[in-house]
């Protein structure tokens, strides 16, 4: 890991920054977009390895109003959602559009109602968080050199990008809604199907775009951002172990069962926020290959206009992104955890 992408969080110089904090950026973006609610808190109901003092919360009502407004942003998409599939049919010119446009709704909704029920669950995202920062509350961390570390420069990249790609769809657009281009009424028949092409539709729409938008990237953001937090752990629970075995001259390291025993905490911070992941990962696999596969299609047989051929682009570059990212995020902690399984273990 580049040392210039990691800030070390866990010296006692600095008060101690929870992971929750440390998110904030991209948490507060996803609050906005409707996608993410402050995990419910409960004594006993979750899996710290240690206590520690709960960080501060805002307030009741705040988190009530935030909890309504995402089950209504959630209402909203499978509602869209059904009347994409209503609309789907008859089997015209149009269907392969409509058939990758209700695709990519469905992947929306799916995607949203995975984060919002890890948010509600307390043994999902509230249980990784408090287990996460337990671990790395505790100074025995530091005199290992075990000290939390967190990849700031890839959570602004990561949250800038996510806007600035959501911005670029929903302005993509309204480009093709309100300027008359040669596919703007072949969009307007599949976006508002099976309603009327009144205005009133178009703008429910495009409202809708800005959520799915946001619903399309930022999950994907999150995952890659938890992903580099873990990997970056490990890594250097890595360079510690090898590093020990090294000025223990053949010998076991003092601290081996002390580092034996983070080892095990952060594998258990893995299977807790795989609780989540595994299905966001899952439907985003499946659902964003069969968008890939079908847009390919679509740009063989389609048309050979260049605004088609560029939407068409889009959405395949799109796809294809969102897998490898998820699938390079994940194999990476993978990776992370194998090389310490690398380090050279003195013998008996």
């Given amino acids: 890991m580049?040392?210039?992408?990691?800030?070390?969080?866990?010296?006692?110089?600095?008060?101690?920054?929870?992971?929750?904090?440390?998110?904030?950026?991209?948490?507060?973006?996803?609050k906005i977009l409707g996608i993410y609610f402050d995990p419910s808190q409960a004594k006993n109901k979750v899996e710290p390895s240690e206590t520690y003092p709960s960080r501060a919360n805002p307030p009741g009502w705040w988190r009530s109003v935030n909890r309504l407004y995402c089950y209504t942003v959630l209402l909203l998409l499978w509602f869209n959602f059904g009347r994409c599939a209503v609309g789907l049919f008859p089997l015209d010119d149009g269907l392969p559009l409509r058939i990758i446009l209700t695709?990519?709704?469905?992947?929306?909704?799916?995607?949203?109602?995975?984060?919002?029920?890890?948010?509600?669950?307390?043994?999902?995202?509230?249980?990784?968080?408090?287990?996460?920062?337990?671990?790395?509350?505790?100074p025995l961390r530091d005199n290992m050199g075990c000290g939390s570390k967190f990849p700031e420069q890839y959570l602004k990249i990561g949250t800038a990008s996510g806007w600035f790609l959501g911005t670029f769809n929903v302005a993509a657009l309204c480009i093709i809604m309100f300027c008359n281009l040669p596919i703007s009424l072949v969009y307007i028949k599949a976006f508002a199907r099976p309603f009327p092409e009144s205005q009133w539709v178009i703008i429910f729409n495009l409202v809708m775009h800005v959520f799915q938008s946001g619903v399309w990237l930022f999950p994907i953001v999150f995952i890659g951002i938890i992903a580099r937090v873990i990997r970056a752990q490990f890594l250097q629970l890595g360079s510690v172990i090898s590093k020990r075995i090294e000025e223990a001259d053949g010998h076991f390291p003092d601290q081996l069962p002390e580092l034996r025993f983070h080892y095990t905490q952060l594998c258990q911070a893995v299977d807790i926020v795989n609780r989540s992941f595994k299905w966001l990962l899952g439907v985003r696999f499946l659902l964003d290959i069969f968008l890939a596969c079908f847009v390919s299609y679509q740009m063989i047989n389609g048309p050979l206009d260049i605004f088609v051929i560029a939407v068409n682009v889009f959405w395949l570059g799109g796809s294809v992104v969102c897998t490898l990212v998820s699938a390079m995020c994940s194999s990476g902690v993978h990776d992370a955890v194998s090389d310490i399984f690398s380090c050279k273990i003195p013998t008996i």
């Fill in 2 to 30: 580049n040392k210039g992408t990691i800030t070390q969080t866990g010296r006692r110089k600095d008060p101690f920054t929870s992971i929750e904090d440390g998110l904030k950026p991209l948490l507060v973006s996803m």
């Fill in 103 to 138: 695709t990519w709704v469905l992947l929306c909704a799916l995607s949203a109602s995975i984060i919002i029920a890890s948010c509600q669950k307390l043994t999902h995202l509230r249980s990784f968080y408090k287990h996460w920062d337990s671990v790395f509350q505790c």
